[in-house]
């Protein structure tokens, strides 16, 4: 994420990046190459004096990381989808700017495609946060800290369970001796369904019609793990669209 912001604030004439703090050598490194005319420490008291500050580290350090801080006045914000504003309050003020994607340090992040969740804890603040979210991306959402919440976990539904899915289709792939780019269409022609259809609009398979012979053949193949897995989404395919379950 910090690599991410970096990226896009650098390109921006709006936004100044004085200072990246990391918390060690290696963190700092793997992002110096790109803001050689910026600060970069691992001491949080070397950080200088600034209008806003961005808490762009894990869900679990964020409190921590905001205690050790002296804010000086400047505007707090983390970037978490889980955590609640309120984990910042012990600043004067504070807020959210929650990019919703997944983030990694090697592939280049479209912006103009990310939505940007903001949240303030004064109406003053919540224009600046709007302003450096614009920044980022176009499209930009007031969303409060119990939306979020609801978000981030319909996130996880929609982006860590269905790439465990994936991961697990390419391991059955692989043990069978099947080139797992023989679904690559099809994974992108679910994606692409979810988004131009409603998704339950689009349910296709067994579990939808309530194919047994079918899905009882499918268990007999699988291990223990995607066995359990195959058997937990079907029950919820099959309760959802009024089938008996298995």
Same mark, same amino acid.
């Given at each position: ?12 004439? @709006?936004? !100044? @990046? ?17 803001? &050689?005319?910026? *600060? ?19 869900? !679990?350090?964020? /409190? ?22 309120? /984990? ?15 983030f ?8 103009d495609?990310?939505? *940007? ?15 450096? /979210?614009?920044?980022? &991306? ?9 939306q ?7 996130? *996880? ?22 080139p ?17 259809q ?8 067994? /579990? ?9 053949a499918? @268990? ?12 937990v ?14």
């Amino acid at each position: 994420m910090a690599r991410q912001l970096a990226i896009r604030f650098r390109e921006s004439v @709006l936004i !100044t @990046l004085k200072a990246i703090a990391g918390r060690d050598q290696h963190a700092c490194g793997n992002i110096r190459d790109l803001v &050689s005319d910026t *600060v970069i420490c691992t001491d949080l008291d070397s950080l200088l004096s600034t209008d806003i500050i961005i808490l762009a580290v894990t869900d !679990t350090a964020i /409190a921590t990381v905001s205690d050790k801080i002296d804010a000086r006045g400047a505007l707090v914000l983390h970037t978490s989808g889980s955590v609640p504003m309120a /984990a910042l309050k012990n600043h004067k003020r504070y807020g959210v700017l929650y990019p919703l994607q997944s983030f990694s340090e090697s592939n280049r992040v479209d912006w103009d495609t990310v939505p *940007v969740c903001i949240e303030a804890h004064t109406v003053s603040d919540l224009d600046i946060v709007r302003t450096i /979210a614009s920044v980022l &991306s176009p499209k930009i959402f007031e969303v409060t800290t119990a939306q979020r919440k609801h978000l981030h976990v319909a996130a *996880v539904f929609a982006n860590n369970f269905a790439n465990h899915c994936f991961t697990m289709a390419q391991e059955i792939c692989e043990k069978h001796t099947i080139p797992f780019e023989l679904l690559h269409p099809l994974i992108l022609e679910t994606a692409t369904k979810a988004i131009t259809q409603e998704p339950d609009k689009s349910q296709t398979g067994p /579990a939808m019609r309530g194919d047994k012979e079918i899905i009882l053949a499918h @268990l007999e193949t699988l291990d223990t793990e995607p066995k359990e897995i195959y058997r937990v989404l079907t029950n919820a395919i099959t309760h959802y669209y009024g089938r008996k379950k298995l």
